[in-house]
């Protein structure tokens, strides 16, 4: 196995340490693949740092993705909120399954975050599983470790945050959620929540999944 960890930041003060963590806790051979949306143009030591052509966080990922070269392919945020160890952990479940994906609302999962992201997070999770069929306690997961081959049979067109439901409807493939404590982001101010920001990915998570029910997303 090679693994390819992309990592979408903009304006992210950890991403150093975050990548530190991960080339220690992280055995097998692998690489980092920072796509980066900041102001100023970041350096990181031990990585490869691509500026971002795009907009969007789920487009990031596809631009990582086009750059990586393993055949397993996780994807985290560079914010602290998803730990290495949990990385590690998820890598394990990889050769049984074709997407392993970290949750926080299995048993043995755990979420840091405010209440009021979390209930949002439960109804979206809800209204996921009601109108895709897809029996997943926590589909709107942004931390994910996902076989090469899962990315090379669908053409994905993300919208705003959650491509990881996008990739996990059109693919039909083996999905395993593996328990992860999801951290309060180390530093800075999410760009979601109870604010227009977040209105208006609300609205897009909404449509997507409208869309996708419909096949035309």
């Known amino acids: 196995m090679f693994l390819s960890i992309i990592i979408p930041t903009k304006n992210e003060p950890y ?34 740092v691509y500026m971002q052509q795009s907009d969007g966080l789920g487009n990031a990922v596809l631009e990582g993705i086009s750059y990586s070269t393993g055949d397993v392919v996780a994807v985290m945020d560079g914010d602290g909120s998803h730990d290495p160890k949990d990385l590690a952990k998820m890598i394990s479940f990889i050769d049984r399954y074709e997407i392993v994906i970290g949750s926080r609302f299995i048993e043995g999962g755990k979420s840091e975050d405010e209440s009021g992201r979390k209930i949002v997070s439960d109804i979206f999770a809800g209204l996921t599983r009601l109108l895709l069929s897809i029996n997943l306690k926590d589909p709107m997961t942004g931390f994910i470790v996902t076989r090469r081959s899962v990315f090379d049979k669908i053409k994905l067109r993300p919208r705003g945050y959650k491509f990881v439901i996008e990739t996990i409807y059109k693919s039909k493939a083996t999905v395993y959620e593996c328990p992860i404590t999801f951290h309060a982001r180390k530093f800075g101010h999410s760009n979601v929540g109870f604010n227009l920001k977040g209105m208006k990915e609300s609205l897009r998570i909404v449509k997507l999944l409208i869309d996708l029910k419909r096949g035309i997303a």
């Open 15 to 48: 991403i150093s340490d975050l990548v530190a963590e991960i080339h220690d806790t992280v055995k097998v051979e692998h690489e980092v693949l920072i796509i980066d949306k900041s102001e100023v143009p970041i350096a990181v030591r031990g990585t490869i």
